[in-house]
């Protein structure tokens, strides 16, 4: 048994939350210990833990049934190294588990069962990079649990009719990530939209958002206004237009948080557009996109506190522009924007003076000597990630 788990099960016996991962020495009886003597233990979390397996986990939480959240990746065997009856045996048996993390597990259709019989208590399960599980199994869980967040990444057999029939379990649905569901359209998010009255945020990252007409899409007509979702994850949807966007914007018009980074089809008049019809937008990335300027960003975006523009063609008249009109700015990445020079640097510093963080790294044509000037102009800077060959002198760095 590990000697610091034992002393730390004698000096926190009070111990309520432990994260174990990346210890390499933890086995099956420094966990069990753990489990047994820690009698308010809540929440266990086990990520790279060489030495442990699905039946030591097992039998460690069927100590502490008193567990509300568990997140655990165990050693694997390989492709045969199916979850045992043990294993949701001890699971079943946390009846007030609240939150369950199986990421890059192999699972079952069992297992999912067993959880919806159980009747467990679930409001958050994450189920991320997870294999060996189908629709049916999902279904039986979700149609039992009330869940409030639900991480479906990379399910990849789901289709919009199975998240239009999901959704209908979902009522108290607060969050889901549906990235790398890579057969998913349009028609899946309104669902969640119109049969989810408490979704606060979307991710639906490397899907085939924008694949279905907006003409075309009968589901999307039905869609009213939606004022409680407040983020929107969709980066790397290479098929979304103009047209997507917009009508997201209408059907969100209280979005603060919108990734739109690497949707390369997504022109600067749509990008103007969301912008005005969603004016409480604080957190937007475009990073990676081709085709934008934003020189029409001519009207105000006072809200806006958080802008990703890394790795895009932008230069110092969009810099000059977003220093007019997005003053209230905090954050603001331009990393390896090649046209950006000191001057539209100097135009965000001086008219954005609530800015605390600027990224200039690989922004080869900003003049290293000049930005020290610029930087020690500002009183509200705190990080600034420098461009190359940037030098301070001994003197610059005594007064940070």
């Not at 007409?213 to 869609?223: A, Q």
Request: hydrophobic fraction near 40%; include cysteine; aromatic fraction near 6%.
């Amino acid at each position: 048994m590990n000697v610091w788990v034992k002393t730390m099960a004698m000096v926190l016996p009070k111990l309520r939350k432990v994260n174990l991962s990346g210890y390499y020495n933890i086995d099956d009886s420094s966990l069990l210990h753990l489990c047994k003597n820690c009698e308010f233990l809540e929440e266990v979390m086990m990520l790279k833990c060489p030495f442990l397996t699905h039946d030591d986990v097992a039998s460690a939480i069927r100590e502490r049934p008193t567990l509300k959240s568990l997140f655990v990746r165990w050693r694997t065997n390989g492709r045969h190294d199916n979850i045992g009856a043990n294993f949701i045996g001890s699971l079943v048996s946390l009846n007030g588990l609240t939150c369950l993390n199986l990421s890059s597990l192999r699972i079952s259709d069992e297992l999912l069962f067993s959880i919806a019989m159980g009747g467990l208590p679930l409001r958050r399960l994450v189920l991320q990079n997870c294999t060996s599980y189908n629709y049916v199994g999902i279904y039986s869980l979700l149609s039992k649990c009330r869940i409030q967040h639900l991480d479906l990444q990379n399910a990849t057999f789901m289709n919009d009719h199975d998240v239009a029939e999901l959704s209908l379990f979902l009522g108290d649905l607060v969050s889901i990530n549906l990235s790398e569901c890579s057969m998913l359209t349009d028609s899946a998010m309104f669902a969640l939209v119109r049969n989810c009255p408490s979704l606060i945020e979307v991710k639906m990252e490397h899907t085939s958002l924008g694949e279905k007409s907006v003409d075309n899409s009968n589901s999307s007509m039905d869609c009213v206004l939606n004022h409680q979702l407040k983020s929107l994850h969709l980066t790397c949807n290479f098929q979304l237009l103009n047209e997507n966007i917009i009508l997201f914007a209408s059907i969100f018009p209280n979005l603060q948080f919108l990734d739109l980074s690497s949707c390369h089809n997504i022109s600067e008049e749509g990008i103007c557009e969301v912008l005005r019809r969603c004016c409480k937008v604080r957190h937007l990335n475009l990073a990676y996109y081709s085709r934008v300027k934003l020189l029409r960003i001519n009207f105000k975006v006072p809200e806006l506190e958080v802008f990703n523009l890394s790795h895009t063609c932008v230069d110092d008249e969009t810099l000059y522009m977003i220093s007019k009109n997005c003053c209230g700015l905090l954050q603001l990445f331009l990393e390896n924007c090649d046209e950006v020079t000191e001057n539209g640097v100097k135009h965000v510093v001086e008219n954005c003076t609530q800015l605390r963080e600027v990224d200039l790294g690989g922004c080869d044509n900003v003049n290293a000597n000049v930005t020290a000037s610029v930087v020690f102009s500002s009183t509200s800077l705190r990080k600034v990630n420098a461009p190359p060959h940037f030098r301070i002198s001994d003197r610059e760095m005594k007064l940070l």
